[in-house]
């Protein structure tokens, strides 16, 4: 079992920053391969970003590819999102998520993912 807790969302003028934590309970994190989706009002919830449970392999959605980075320390069961150059399209809640242990981080399908956190407003104004 994996217990997120999401934090750092906010209100920010488009064109600035925000960095998405992620603090993870569980014996497993190290193993778990990570991932943030998100969802803005009247849309379903999307993929954003992943990464492999060793930090060696990350994959981005196309809409925040060479914007949004992501990383974690394993050290400190965290996983972070690093959002620049935000635009207002990028105004939802963001949630992280965890695979089961082991699994590929290529996955970007919600189902893809068992454990969620609660999610984090991102509210980017223009």
């Known amino acids: 079992q994996v217990q997120l807790v999401e934090s750092g969302g906010g209100l920010v003028q488009a064109g600035g920053s925000l960095r998405l934590s992620c603090a993870a309970s569980?014996?497993?994190?190290?193993?778990?391969?990570m991932g943030w989706f998100r969802r803005a009002p009247g849309k379903e919830r999307e993929f954003v970003s992943s990464?492999?449970?060793?930090?060696?392999?990350?994959y981005y959605a196309d809409s925040v590819k060479g914007r949004f980075t992501i990383s974690r320390d394993n050290a400190n069961n965290a996983v972070y999102l690093q959002m620049n150059s935000l635009k207002p399209e990028d105004t939802a809640v963001y949630y992280c998520?965890?695979?089961?242990?082991?699994?590929?981080?290529?996955?970007?399908?919600?189902?893809?993912?068992?454990?969620w956190g609660q999610g984090t407003q991102v509210t980017v104004s223009s």
């Open positions: 998520a965890a695979r089961n242990i082991f699994t590929s981080a290529t996955a970007s399908e919600v189902v893809e993912y068992p454990y």
């Open positions: 569980g014996r497993t994190f190290s193993r778990n391969a």
């Open positions: 990464i492999s449970w060793s930090g060696g392999s990350t």
